[in-house]
Nanobody
């Protein structure tokens, strides 16, 4: 399973950005999709996840500002980020938990940089 993320970039404080991620490859199902992020010197942390049934979990830092959505037919997950702050600056990683031949496994995308300037 491969995850290809797009979007990200440089935006000013208070601005908006959108991320998208497509999962491809041999899989029987996708259970969870979502986004994590990692800032320099910090551990990777949850941003938001969404299940195939559209059950959503947000990190406290994302609530009210970020919106995760999913197009199941396209194996795609989106993250709309509004009211961005400099502390949102990080590499954002797409994630999915998918059913493959050997069972359920976690997969990660390559990461996309989001930089919020003050």
């Amino acid at each position: 399973v491969q995850l290809q993320a797009s979007g990200g970039g440089l935006v000013q404080d208070g601005g908006s950005l959108g991320l998208s991620c497509v999962a491809s490859g041999t899989m029987f199902s996708i259970n969870y999709m979502g986004w994590y992020r990692q800032a320099p010197g910090n551990q990777r942390e949850l941003v938001a996840t969404i299940t195939s049934g559209d059950s959503i979990n947000y990190a406290d830092s994302a609530k009210g500002r970020f919106t995760i959505s999913r197009a199941n037919a396209k194996n795609t997950v989106y993250l709309q980020m509004n009211s961005l702050k400099p502390e949102d600056t990080a590499v954002y990683y797409c994630y999915c938990n998918a059913g493959v031949i050997v069972g359920k496994r976690d997969f990660w995308g390559q990461g996309t940089q989001v930089t919020v300037s003050s």
